[in-house]
């Protein structure tokens, strides 16, 4: 019965739209709970909310925490404001998503946390239920929260991997952002070819990043310096979907007078190197296409601080958003 209530709040959340920086919808859904059930409510500008229940006043207060945001990857990004598509099905006995991701980090500790507080058991003591926002990105809302609002004597975080196991702690992460100087110039080159990394199997950096799986950003480079050094200049690059999901797709367009040759390197470098992710990655695939024309490039040295970038993001196991240059 526990666990039929959890999955059936963790199904209504599903459909709650809830990238980080966008939360204000799954903010007025716990709203909603808590005015709902009598409870006290409390929400900041972050979209932290904050339920309190009363409880066996013999037991001291507990804090019940979880985060609200998700990590929004998908085949085709939608935008924060539409509905995300609820393809959910069991495979082997695991809940998954086609086409996106789940979003049970952390929709299934928020249902944990609303299951607790709909419970009716007066053995249960006071709970303060913290609903962070943006952990994903900045952790902006648990930077954010107020530690007045707070009065529990126990935290609770239900954030981690496997259930029964409690942590008592864990890493940390660092963030930063590089600016570049970049400069374009007109193109000379008659045609633009689109090369284009796609279907790989992505994850969380923090977790599938032991496992072998490609960094499209990273696969996209080396097609790159796989080239002829000469007959063709960067009019474009692309990839990347979150900081800290591995990258499942990354894009490059190319200004050159000889589009086939450029697709017949392309063709080789698959070929020589596809025994690489074959097995671990049977759907990421590498294409070049003639694509319209761009009129503006990278200078030589504008596009090899570019690559450089790219490849220490990969080389340093750090796999942030690709800027838009």
């Known amino acids: 019965m526990e666990n039929q209530r959890i999955l059936s709040y963790f199904d209504e959340i599903l459909k709650i739209p809830r990238p980080s920086y966008h939360e204000a919808a799954i903010a007025d ?3 909603r709970f808590g005015t709902q059930r009598g409870l006290s409510v409390m929400r900041d500008s972050c979209n932290n909310v904050i339920l309190k229940k009363d409880g066996n006043l013999r037991s001291p207060t507990v804090v019940l925490q979880a985060h609200s945001d998700m990590v929004w990857a998908a085949e085709q990004p939608a935008p924060p ?9 069991i495979e082997d006995g695991i809940m998954r998503a086609k086409g996106t991701t789940l979003g049970a980090d952390d929709g299934i500790g928020v249902a944990m946390i609303l299951a ?3 419970e009716d058991d007066p053995d249960l003591p006071p709970i303060e239920a913290v609903f962070t926002a943006n952990e994903e990105e900045t952790m902006e809302g648990a930077m954010a929260l107020r530690p007045s609002c707070l009065d529990g004597t126990y935290l609770i975080n239900l954030d981690s991997e496997i259930e029964g196991v409690l942590t008592i702690g864990a ?3 660092i963030s930063s952002e590089c600016v570049l100087p970049i400069c374009k110039s007109p193109s000379t080159f008659q045609h633009t ?3 284009q990394v796609t279907g790989g199997k992505g994850g969380h950096s923090g977790l599938e990043i032991r496992e072998k799986r490609e960094n499209a950003i990273h696969l996209l480079v080396r097609v790159l310096r796989s080239l002829p050094r000469t007959g063709w200049e960067l009019a474009g690059i692309r990839g990347g979907e979150r900081s800290n999901a591995i990258p499942v797709g990354a894009v490059a367009h190319l200004n050159t007078d000889c589009p086939q040759d450029i697709r017949q ?7 020589q190197h596809h025994s690489e992710w074959r097995d671990d990655e049977p759907e990421l695939t590498i294409r070049a296409e003639i694509a319209s024309r761009m009129e503006q490039v990278y200078e030589a040295e504008s596009a090899e601080q570019i690559f450089l970038q790219y490849f220490i993001c990969r080389t340093s196991n750090i796999f942030f958003m690709t800027p838009s240059w």
Do not use: H
């Open 29 to 31: 859904y716990l709203e």
């Open 81 to 89: 404001g539409n509905e995300i598509p609820n393809k959910v099905y």
């Open 116 to 118: 607790i507080l709909d």
């Open 171 to 173: 890493a940390g992460g």
């Open 193 to 195: 070819v689109q090369i």
């Open 265 to 271: 390197a392309v063709a080789n470098f698959t070929t």
